[in-house]
């Protein structure tokens, strides 16, 4: 059987969740054919220990940024704090930042200044961003678009959440989408939406240690799982699983840059 070879754009492994067996989770991936995980700052220090866990693992990169539950006490010199760690050559995007009305854990206006900033920050250092939205997908929308139209800029709407109308709008903007494990739960919505997203457009993730897809909902979720979301994907679409994971670790390289041999060695 050929190893189905697959990239989760999406972890927090620097998450307490994961302090008991770090490394095994990381293994475990490898293992099971993840041949690549790309941990995501929340604020600071996540993203800090981020870049750290890339620094010693091969095959792990990190993006930088503030979730918007975090921005309320950030200043410009936090973003130039970031800026400067995105230097590093293991950091592939910014993120996850972005504007959640969800829960509201930060105020609204603050969030939106923080975003823009990030965008900025995105756009003028040309790395693709990683976009966190809840309950805001058209206020997400136009804010993108205003950046978009002062030059080049990439990215992906993380954890998928909007209808078709607002997919067709993240497409129309070049983005990228990708769906986490709630895909798999009865009675969601998902996969009606699913079925309007491109191959071509689609990323996997988990967000580890959330969302879990079916049957381990509730319990923690770590990278191992990816293979779950990605056959409930194949299903959907009704193509082969071997092509959605063809096809999405295509699409993680090209969009964060990330070693083509990622895909070249073995099989
Ligand atoms: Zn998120
Ligand atoms: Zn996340």
Partial sequence: MPRLLAVDTHVHLDFEAFDPDREEVILRARENGIVGLLNVGIDLRSSEAGIRLAESHEGVWAAVGVHPHDVAEITTAHVEALG?????????????????????????????????WFLE??????????????AAHKETLEMVRRESE????????????????????????????????????????LAEVLRFVPLERLLLETDSPFLPPEPHRGKRNEPVYLHLTARKIAEVKAVPLSEVLARTTQNAIELFGLPPSLIGEGD
């Fill in 121 to 134: 920050l995105a756009r003028e250092r040309q790395l693709p961003v990683i976009i966190h939205t809840r």
């Fill in 84 to 116: 400067e760690a995105a230097k590093h050559p293991k950091v592939v995007a910014i993120g996850e930042v972005g504007l959640d009305f969800y829960r509201d854990l930060s105020p609204r206006e603050k969030q939106r200044e923080a975003f823009a």
């Fill in 150 to 189: 002062k030059g080049l800029l990439r990215g992906v709407f993380h954890c998928f959440s909007g209808d078709r109308e607002v997919a067709e709008e993240v497409l129309g903007l070049g983005f990228h989408i990708s769906f986490c494990g709630n895909l798999t739960y009865k009675n969601s919505r």
